[in-house]
């Protein structure tokens, strides 16, 4: 059974940076695409960005300048790094897990396994 912690979130000023990890237990951890999904209050969960078993990345469009995502397979973890954070990336941020890769980063039913969530909040 996969399980997902994620860490790392906080309440920053515009402009800061935060770091994210997701601590995957379970068995076959590189082999999993690892993907970013954040949900702010009353709006659907959305895709922020995904990481590949080879280590390609996918990010929406409007984050694509500010974050990074990377993993350690050697770890169990998927970590993304945010920076220039804005008011309107706050949300709650989930990470998730998709057993072999479906090419549909962006669709939450894509993935089998998710975590609690870990809240960012950033201040203007």
């Known amino acids: 059974q996969v399980q997902l912690v994620e860490s790392g979130g906080g309440t920053v000023q515009a402009g800061a940076s935060l770091r994210l990890s997701c601590a995957f237990s379970?068995?076959?951890?590189?082999?999993?695409?690892m993907g970013w999904f954040r949900q702010a209050p009353g709006k659907e969960r959305e895709f922020v960005g995904a990481?590949?078993?080879?280590?390609?990345?996918a990010f929406t469009d409007s984050v694509k300048d500010r974050f990074t995502g990377s993993r350690d397979n050697y770890n169990d973890l998927a970590v993304l790094q945010m920076n220039s954070l804005k008011p309107e990336d706050t949300g709650r941020y989930y990470c998730a897990a998709m057993p072999y890769d479906r090419r549909t980063y962006h669709d939450p039913s894509s993935y089998d396994y998710w975590g609690q969530g870990t809240q960012v909040t950033v201040s203007s």
């Open positions: 990481i590949t078993s080879g280590g390609s990345t």
């Open positions: 379970g068995y076959g951890f590189s082999t999993y695409v």
